[in-house]
């Protein structure tokens, strides 16, 4: 979708400008959550596009981001599969939104999609910055402390 593209396309100079993290952290999961809201409350077919779109930015940083992120924290042996573990885990979650889909009108599916944000908040909150762009913007204490929590 034409949301994907210009969140990759956006997600490079946000992730340099404010790390990893925080671009996974607030920008994806605020994209998100406008896009579900925007889908939840729609009223035409305008704001479902524009759900969509706003999906589809959420998306772009999540494709971008993550796979820059796992290079930048993963030892050299694990890369690989965590890479592909990205990929795996997309996979099974259209695979589980496709049968919920089964059971659910579209309302309920945009909800469903909405709460899922939540994990992935508690889950990027736990996790630390890259120790990488830290040492890139001079934060070598942090950084220092990202390496010893990985």
């Known amino acids: 979708?034409?949301?994907?593209?210009?969140?990759?396309?956006?997600?490079?100079p946000v992730m340099e400008k404010f790390g990893r993290r925080i671009a996974l952290l607030v920008f994806t999961s605020s994209l998100y959550t406008i896009g579900f809201?925007?889908?939840l409350m729609a009223f035409n077919g305008a704001m479902?596009?524009?759900?969509?779109?706003?999906?589809?930015?959420?998306?772009g940083?999540?494709?971008?981001?993550?796979?820059?992120?796992?290079?930048?924290?993963?030892?050299?042996?694990?890369?690989?599969?965590?890479g592909c573990f990205v990929q795996f885990l997309g996979s099974f979650g259209v695979l589980m939104i496709f049968t919920a889909g089964c059971f659910l009108?579209?309302?309920?599916?945009?909800?469903?999609m909405m709460a899922?944000?939540?994990?992935?908040?508690?889950?990027?909150?736990s996790c630390p910055e890259s120790p990488r762009w830290l040492f890139s913007k001079g934060r070598e204490e942090e950084a220092k402390a990202s390496l010893?929590?990985?």
């Not at 009108?105 to 469903?112: K, V, Y």
């Open 148 to 150: 010893e929590w990985l």
């Open 48 to 59: 479902v596009q524009a759900g969509r779109f706003f999906n589809g930015l959420g998306l």
């Open 1 to 12: 979708s034409i949301g994907c593209l210009v969140g990759c396309i956006l997600a490079g």
């Open 116 to 125: 899922m944000v939540i994990p992935f908040l508690v889950g990027m909150y």
């Open 105 to 112: 009108n579209w309302f309920q599916l945009s909800g469903l």
């Open 61 to 82: 940083f999540v494709l971008a981001v993550t796979s820059v992120y796992i290079v930048e924290i993963a030892t050299t042996d694990m890369r690989g599969f965590l």
């Open 37 to 39: 809201l925007l889908i």
